[in-house]
């Protein structure tokens, strides 16, 4: 497991933006894909985007049609931190945002593949 700190949440109106950070003291940090999911009450929890780790087949992200084209996951090794850019924020957008890892040997997208998770930080966007 690699330990893991969210920040960057806050509060923002519809078509604002937010970046939030995932930070690592982890030395296997850049191995690590490193994924974010959100929760709101009473739903389950959603991934959103993920960024693979350091590896031979380069850098590559995936996200979830509801924030592609909005969202840009990226990572700075040098930092062991990755960064979650929110745009064009939209209501529906509203959850506590969790950063999570998973081990260089995984692949899947649900939170079940990822052993390692942060605290979590609220985003709350107004219409």
């Known amino acids: 497991q690699v330990p893991l700190v969210e920040s960057g949440g806050g509060s923002v109106q519809a078509g604002g933006s937010l970046r939030l950070s995932c930070a690592s003291s982890?030395?296997?940090?850049?191995?690590?894909?490193i994924g974010w999911f959100r929760q709101t009450p009473g739903k389950l929890r959603e991934f959103v985007a993920v960024?693979?780790?350091?590896?031979?087949?380069?850098?590559?992200?995936t996200y979830a049609d509801s924030v592609q084209g909005r969202f840009t996951i990226s990572r700075d090794n040098a930092k062991n931190t990755v960064y979650l850019q929110m745009n064009s924020l939209k209501p529906e957008d509203t959850a506590v945002y969790y950063c999570?890892?998973?081990?260089?040997?995984?692949?899947?997208?649900?939170?079940?593949?990822?052993?390692?998770w942060g605290q979590g930080t609220q985003v709350t966007v107004s219409s």
């Open positions: 999570a890892g998973r081990p260089a040997y995984g692949s899947g997208l649900t939170g079940d593949d990822f052993n390692s």
């Open positions: 982890g030395r296997t940090f850049s191995s690590y894909a």
């Open positions: 960024i693979n780790g350091r590896g031979g087949r380069g850098i590559f992200a």
